[in-house]
């Protein structure tokens, strides 16, 4: 049995850190609130530009080339959602052990660094502190398109898709570049200028990027929110338990002082 | 049963739709129009409904949605422009705002402080990127000039 001075200081530490938890959790509501107002629009950004490919019905190309971008971050104490995403990543990585992987934001990377070391071929850190900006999203996006040992014919951006408030599942958005978009069997329909190709295909990349970066940001939100509203109930429940104990244990001691007074005054 | 046969007007019934969107925001969803006026690098082109499937990638400029009711103007820093077989016109640019919204003097003293920079620019690429400023806001000043 703790003596009470413990159990005192154990009430003082738990009541402390549900403060903090309380807090946390109250910036992590403001920030979902505004990252999901953010992130409905990069949806619709995304979907919008994704749409060239859905009409021009690209098929993936037989032996492709495979590019893996995780889209996490570096931020933690958001409950599964970096350990989904490295395990979505893992799957897949077993499935297509050649593919590049790319890794966004330091938590993602370090879990996959640790099972595929020699698929990483850049990682980017910096990412989650706040809303994407579509200039973020153009310097990534540039960066990896820049880089000569990257080359891919389908990439997919594995990002976690923000279900509701409390719910959140890792999902992956396919992006064709160009060269497969040009084989595709709806695409002769267009007319275009050579010259374009390579800019669109930059473009095309980004956007689609900027919507899991956005989107992934969201889903981060609402789940730090879930997890620090958790952790403070729990707080809240230790506290209970351990003021309990704590009024027992003086309630011990006072009827011990007691018998000890009484015991001595009957002896006189 | 029998009949008549409808006025041919396209697949789609004639009608032009746009999603207009930007990163942050969306302009225009699913909003129908009678034609849309835009400058892209190869050339200023209006598009009707069922117009042929293009891609166009878009330059600094004014694109014009005339509808019913009127035309609205918005200024656009690029993007592309996507008209797909069913009628639907795709137009993500990057940044756009309706030309009202804009200040002419601000856009004066820009323009000054660009072509300054293109004048004492140390390397290639600052010289590059204050050229684009230099074009933009040259844009910019003739698309106000012309709507007054």
Redesign the interface.
């Known amino acids: 049995m703790a003596t009470l001075k413990e159990i005192q200081m154990r009430l003082k530490s738990v009541t402390n850190i549900s403060k903090i938890t309380a807090s946390m959790k109250m910036i992590a509501s403001t920030k979902t609130t505004r990252a999901q107002r953010s992130m409905n629009v990069a949806r619709v950004y995304g979907k919008t530009s994704s749409e060239l490919a859905t009409q021009a019905e690209v098929q993936k190309a037989e032996a492709a080339n495979e590019l893996l971008i995780t889209v996490s971050s570096d931020k933690g104490l958001c409950g599964g959602i970096h350990s989904s995403l490295s395990r979505q990543s893992r799957k897949y990585l077993a499935e297509h052990p050649e593919a590049s992987l790319v890794v966004l934001g330091d938590k993602a990377k370090v879990q996959l660094q640790r099972s595929y070391p020699g698929n990483i071929k850049c990682t980017f850190s910096q990412i989650g502190s706040s809303i994407p900006t579509f200039d973020e999203t153009c310097v990534i996006a540039s960066t990896i398109l820049n880089d000569k040992d990257i080359s891919f014919d389908n990439a997919k951006l594995m990002y976690n898709r923000f279900v509701s408030a409390i719910a959140f599942e890792t999902d992956a958005i396919e992006f064709y570049p160009i060269s497969q978009i040009l084989e595709a069997p709806n695409f002769k329909a267009y007319e275009y200028q050579e010259d374009v190709l390579e800019n669109l295909n930059e473009f095309l990349f980004a956007n689609s990027m900027h919507w899991a970066l956005v989107e992934g940001h969201a889903a981060e939100m609402a789940a730090k929110r879930t997890a620090m509203e958790n952790a403070t109930k729990n707080a809240g429940d230790m506290i209970s338990r351990l003021t309990l104990q704590y009024n027992r244990g003086r309630q011990a001691v006072i009827t011990n002082e007691l018998i000890d007074i009484i015991t001595g005054a009957s002896a006189l | 049963t029998r009949t008549y046969a409808s006025e041919a007007t396209g697949a789609t019934g004639g009608k032009l739709v746009v999603?207009f969107?930007?990163?942050?925001?969306?302009v225009m969803?699913k909003r129908e129009v009678n034609q849309v006026d835009m400058s892209a690098?190869?050339g200023d082109l209006g598009v009707l409904a069922d117009h042929?499937?293009?891609?166009?990638?878009l330059k600094p400029g004014v694109i014009d949605f005339i509808s019913d009711s009127g035309s609205q103007k918005y200024f656009v820093s690029g993007?592309?422009a996507?008209m797909?077989?069913?009628s639907?016109l795709?137009i993500?640019a990057?940044e756009a705002f309706k030309l009202e919204d804009i200040d002419p003097q601000a856009v004066a003293a820009n323009l000054a402080e660009s072509q300054r920079l293109v004048a004492s620019a140390k390397d290639e690429i600052t010289k590059e990127a204050a050229v684009i400023e230099v074009e933009l806001y040259e844009t910019l000043q003739s698309a106000l000039a012309a709507k007054s």
């Open positions: 999603n969107v930007l990163p942050h925001e969306s969803a690098v190869s042929v499937p293009t891609i166009e990638q993007g592309f996507i797909n077989p069913n639907v795709n993500n990057v």
